[in-house]
Structure formats: C-alpha cells, structure tokens
C-alpha cells in the first residue's frame, strides 16, 4: 500500500507564495517521475513534472512563478508558487509512478488534494 499526503495549501492574496508539498510511503522502492497537477472546475492540467535525475518540465502558464523540486531521501516533492494569480486557484493533486517492492510493478498513485485560493 502506498499513501501520497499533500499540505500547504490555503488563501493567499494576488502576488502572494505558498509552497505545496507531497510525501510518499509505503511499499516504495523508488519513484520515477513525480508531479503536481491541478483542477478549476471542468478540467484537470498539468502544472510541473520531474524526473527522479531532476529533469523538470512545466506548463506554459506557470514557468517562470513555480518551481518544482523533490527530496529523493523522503520521497517528497514539493512545488514552491510565487506571483500567484487569481487562475491559479484550484485544487492541486500530487502525481507519482511508484516502483512497489511487493509485487515488483510501476503503478501510477494520486494524492488527495490540496485547496489553493488566490483572492484578495
């Protein structure tokens, strides 16, 4: 069994900064990519990627304000939101394909969810 936890998100003012971040545990060997993405109602995006050697990849709508990184020791990542605007609100979901120890398989996990408001 494997568990993605999320924390960090809240209400913040226009020009503001939240960092989000996800801790995986369980039956883990080792986690290849890892990811945030997020949903405003009617659609799901996504809103950074990185690999387990770091390699990052973002959305156009956010390069440049959000930075992702991970801890391969804690198995975290995070995902540091500066310049925040009022279409950045929405939930934000953790993403990670895991390589479990029992059975040796890659399976795709979620997070549960995490509210980000950006409102004066």
């Known amino acids: 069994q494997v568990q993605l936890v999320e924390s960090g998100g809240g209400l913040v003012q226009p020009g503001g900064s939240l960092r989000l971040s996800c801790a995986a545990s369980g039956n883990i060997f080792s986690i290849n990519v890892m990811g945030w993405y997020r949903q405003a109602p009617g659609k799901r995006e996504l809103v950074a990627t990185i690999t387990s050697s770091s390699t990052t990849n973002y959305a156009d709508s956010v390069r440049g304000r959000f930075t992702i990184s991970r801890d391969n020791a804690k198995n975290t990542v995070y995902l540091q939101m500066n310049s925040l605007k009022p279409e950045d609100t929405a939930v934000y979901y953790c993403?990670?394909?895991?390589?479990?120890?029992?059975?040796?398989?890659?399976?795709?996990?979620w997070g549960q969810g995490t509210q980000v408001t950006v409102s004066s």
């Open positions: 993403n990670a394909d895991i390589k479990l120890l029992h059975p040796p398989s890659i399976v795709n996990y």
